[in-house]
């Protein structure tokens, strides 16, 4: 099984990297689609959904909408056209108006993931840091990926396929394991009530606070151990999480440099749904890789490939979500959009990419 999952991913980097030289033959109308203009309209498609139907919001999709709404309040930073930075303000609102549902709809005491969600849900959570979301992607190739690559495949690629399906379940954290550990980050014991000895500053200004793990999550969220599809993107936005904490016992090169050797895992992954021209099964999950590799603080450039993102915005329906099996839900007569057309994960994370790249192309 082991053998046969390294040539599983071996052979999505060699599909990835075989497809793409051929593949442009509309590139400036793709470069249209791409543009940071014409990522925030669709970025309003997406919130004028869920503005219409506020009362339905829910919590994967309100975190979507809070991270965007962060990377268009960094946009709002820099210098823009009067009549952009017009478009932005107004749907940075929108975004404030979305968000605000977590209030009505959080209540305590609650599980790990009402709370995680509660913190999360936060844009300026997710706003732009000095030394973070500016980090200068490392352009040096892991030289184990590079052999990897190199090897040469004859194998069924149904059958890589099928062995994928089976390994995608493999490793951890599991979905409650996550909440638990990213609520050990956002409510440390530094912070709790029976603390009452004031937390160190640090020269900057900032609460220096020490970060206090638990064994189980310590070991959920080793490196050491091999994880696939959701289990390893959801130990990747543990990382994440952790570097923006900034924890004074927590070195940040070691969240950077996992961060990065996260990604280099999900790489392989994401080359082999895009070599099976993106299942639809896999959709929601490539667009999760995706997003949180390019937001990482040491992002690898592979992730803003724009064949990958032009795929996913393609993906966006005509009521401005994205859907598991999108033809069959559009036209579907029901009680409102969300139900109908969206599916709330996914559009969560289409919200929260289409601000990203929309940023990345507009901050310098």
Known sequence: MVILLLMLLTFGGTVRGSSSPSESPRQSEVEHELAPDALLVRLDRLVNVCVANYEDLTTDLLLGIAIANAQLRTILKQPLQEQQRQFVES?????????????????FPSGANAVVSKLLIDSEFWQSKDGIDGAVPNR???KRSRRRRSQLLTDDPQTLMESYLEAIDAGGPSELQSDECLSELLVNESENEFNTTASPTSSSGTSAKRLILSRECSAAMSLRKRSYGYHLTHKLLFYIVLG????????????????RTLCEQILRESGLIAGFDYPDLFRDLFMEQVFLCAFSDAPLPEFTNPAWLAAIVSWQNGEGCFKYYAAEGDGVIGPNALTTHCSTHMTGVGAALLGLFARLQLVQ
């Open 91 to 107: 749907l940075a609102k929108k975004c404030d108006f979305v968000e605000s549902r977590i209030e009505s709809i959080f209540s």
């Open 244 to 259: 923006r904490e900034r924890f004074a016992n927590v070195d940040r090169s070691f969240v950077a440099d996992g961060q």
């Open 140 to 142: 040096v190739r892991s």
